[in-house]
């Protein structure tokens, strides 16, 4: 891939779109930025102007990105964190979109991500590894554990 070369007029212009069109990180916008050619200093200048102009918002951005992660991939929140971490979102502003997680909302999910895991898991006769296998794949959404385990205690209840 050709590595284009833009002015920093015309990288901002680019750039704006770019941001108007989702939510962006200050990763990714950095990434775009330095492809286009600029310098390191181009690239801050750049990043403050979108800031100051509300193109750029990390708040805002890890709002939306943890709320459209669990209501659209149903994702937990261990692996919401995680994914903000390797976008380097800032601690606080991970701990400000991950508040936009209804907890009663986040319960019920996960109960319905167990009750549809079960299932598919019904010729599983050792109820040991069914539970081994509905506990891996609630971890591997995201789930925490302690959690996994309150709610595969209230199933397991219902179903006596």
């Known amino acids: 891939m050709r590595q284009m070369t833009l002015t920093p007029l015309q990288a901002f212009q680019k750039i704006k779109q770019f941001c108007a069109y989702q939510e962006r990180c200050h990763s990714e916008v950095k990434e775009k930025l330095y ?17 100051e102009e509300n193109y750029l918002n990390e708040e805002r951005f890890a709002e939306q990105f943890a709320g459209g992660r669990f209501r ?11 994914a903000l971490k390797q976008l380097q979102v800032s601690d606080y502003c991970i701990r400000k979109g991950m508040k936009v997680i209804d907890e009663d909302a986040y319960r019920t999910t996960l109960a319905k991500l167990l009750s549809e895991k079960q299932k598919t898991l ?3 006769s050792n109820l040991f590894v069914r539970k081994r296998k509905l506990t891996d794949y609630l971890l591997q959404k995201g789930y925490e554990s302690e959690l996994i385990r309150e709610v595969l205690n209230e199933a397991k209840d219902e179903s006596d």
């Open 122 to 124: 019904r010729k599983e």
């Open 35 to 51: 492809g286009y050619g600029l310098n390191k200093t181009e690239v801050d200048d750049l990043i403050s102007k979108l800031i």
């Open 72 to 82: 659209m991939k149903k994702w937990g929140r261990v692996k919401i964190k995680h």
